[in-house]
């Protein structure tokens, strides 16, 4: 069993009940978010590096051409990985993905995928040939909500990706032909139930301490969802995180996009 | 979810592809204590889906220092068998069943009285023979079904069922086509008695007001298989003690 988690949830649990968390936010109210887009543009043709208060995620774009999906011959291809890496947290191991970590990269896949973020029609080169687009997550430090940090970090990087130039059916490495195709914004809000109150944007210890977790991804629509932990939620609390989720998305939004 | 395309016609009159109305569920057969060596298990027929599912313990938790001394832990293990789907699936858990696994364990643990067993484990085994949408909702039920057929102490059945978009139309309980070539899936699970949520993902496309629409309907859909779930467990007690006549199971 973790011993941190179990001596953490009564603290958390005791706090919420006078109406507190533990670093003094209000219950609606994210930790600063920090974007430094670009941050390995050297290299990779999209990328950013998120700050979500203590938490810190990178999300890096490569892009490269291969088949396209037999059932969709004229789109182009996404795919998404999270890595937690084991300088993130002392619970975390060097291997291949566990539970954890394919929830939170398919969670945001979903999120970016489903809202058609990316303008997959674009994205078809020839006959038999697409670009495929690689999202991968790679978490630095876990203080909690790695679903909306790692979500925030892959669009922000998506925003900011270059489509590598094509020439005589090969890719000219570090030349680009211009922006990747995007026509949307999608960001996931995670909100946790504690005894009857709903928080949103959990640090680690209230993750320990949370009954149930749910994540709600928006465009101008909802695009994903996820609900999470062993607890339960009411047909008015899920709706109440709707329209919370539609609200804090709508800022961060314009947060990234920066309009 | 595809994105919705508008070319496949799903919806003809106030009819679905298969003649099911937009909050009609798929013919679903029921019945427990179907294998011999588990603790307790159930098999489930939901529409084309075929899903059978087996429980073990609680029993010891190895390796030891898993084992928690205020609970036992809840695992469970969604397999899709190669042969279940139209192209043979490799054989292994894969992203999409590892996740699944994930969260119908989290369903399942709201209402095991998990406290009663410190240190052990309680191992939930959903195969699925053939799968034809919506396998996550008939495997849950199926479980919630072998659980309580093993005897282990429950809060309550969890009951799931899925609602959808399809053509711009809110429909219950999607099959196949409609989750290919739909706009929107959205699986749910429930505790019947609290009418609380304890699985709820979604992928594709919906308004708010859309969401509470489908939502309603998803729950809908639960309490109707909840009912034949409680009639199944009933039938299956009236056999053991004798009693002719057990409660006909059916949509």
Partial sequence: MEIEAYLKKDYIKNLVKEGKREDGRAFDEYRKIILDNGYAKEKAPGSCMVQLGKTKVMAGISIDIGEPYSDRPEDGVMSTSTELRPIASPKFESGPPNEESIEVARVIDRGIRESGAIDMKKLFIEEDLVWVVFIDIHVMDHSGNLIDAGGIAAISALLNARLPKYEDGKIICGEYSGKLPLTGTPVPCTMVKINDSILIDPSIDEEYGMDARLTISTTDTINAMQKGGNGSFNEKEVMDAVDMAYAKGKEIRRMITGD | ?251
């Fill in chain 2, 1 to 251: 979810m595809s994105g919705g395309d508008n070319d496949v016609v799903l919806i003809k009159g106030n009819k679905r592809l298969d003649g099911r109305g937009f909050d009609e569920l798929r013919d679903i057969k029921m019945e427990v204590s179907v294998l011999e060596r588990a603790e307790g298990s159930a098999y489930i027929e939901w529409g084309k889906n075929r899903v059978i599912v087996g429980v073990y313990g609680p029993r010891e938790l190895h390796p030891k220092f898993l084992q928690d001394p205020t609970r036992a832990m809840l695992r469970c293990v969604y397999n899709l068998a190669p042969f279940s789907v139209d192209e043979r699936k490799k054989p292994g858990p894969d992203r999409r069943s590892v996740e699944i696994s994930k969260v119908c364990a989290e369903a399942l643990s709201s209402v095991v009285m998990l406290e009663r067993f410190p240190n052990t484990v309680i191992d939930v085994y959903v195969e699925v023979l053939q799968a034809d949408a919506g396998t996550r909702c008939a495997g849950l039920t199926a479980a919630s079904l072998a659980l309580a057929d093993a005897g282990i102490p429950m809060k309550d059945l969890v009951a799931a069922c899925s609602a959808g978009k399809v053509q711009g139309q809110i429909v219950v309980d999607l099959m196949k086509e409609e989750d290919n070539f739909g706009q929107c899936d959205l699986p749910m699970a429930i505790i019947p008695r609290k009418s609380e949520v304890v699985l709820l993902q979604m992928d594709g496309k919906l308004s708010r007001d859309e969401f509470k629409q489908a939502y309603k309907m998803a729950v809908d859909g639960c309490m109707k298989v909840y009912e034949m779930q409680k009639n199944t467990l009933l039938g299956s007690m009236n056999k053991f003690v004798g009693v002719e006549g057990g409660v006909e199971n059916g949509d």
